[in-house]
């Protein structure tokens, strides 16, 4: 079993940055890739990012890229979602989640329980 924290959300103004993080826990946490999804009031959860075990590989959502950094490290467990130029669009319940490396959500195995970002305008 893999159980991931997330943490780092808050309030910010439209242009201001936030860092999230995941905290995984469990014997195989880190061999999984870790992805973030996120998930606006009304809509379903959308896949923002991905990044494989090694740290190597990423991917991005169109709407985040070169706005959101995703990046691990394995030796702390900890996954890290770097936003920045944030705009109110980007307001949602944002979710870790360990799997195989992909950006569709059924694939996934262990789920966070979120940490909401509000953007004001």
């Known amino acids: 079993q893999v159980q991931l924290v997330e943490s780092g959300g808050g309030l910010v103004q439209a242009g201001g940055s936030l860092r999230l993080s995941c905290a995984a826990s469990?014997?195989?946490?880190?061999?999984?890739?870790m992805g973030w999804f996120r998930q606006a009031p009304g809509k379903e959860r959308e896949f923002v990012a991905a990044i494989d075990w090694s740290g190597g590989v990423t991917v991005y959502t169109d709407s985040v890229k070169g706005r959101f950094t995703i990046s691990r490290e394995n030796a702390k467990s900890t996954g890290y979602l770097q936003m920045n130029s944030l705009k109110p669009e980007d307001t949602a319940v944002y979710y870790c989640?360990?799997?195989?490396?992909?950006?569709?959500?059924?694939?996934?195995?262990?789920w966070g329980q979120g940490t909401q970002v509000t953007v004001s305008s």
């Open positions: 469990g014997r195989t946490s880190m061999t999984h890739a």
């Open positions: 989640a360990a799997g195989p490396y992909s950006s569709r959500r059924d694939d996934y195995y262990y």
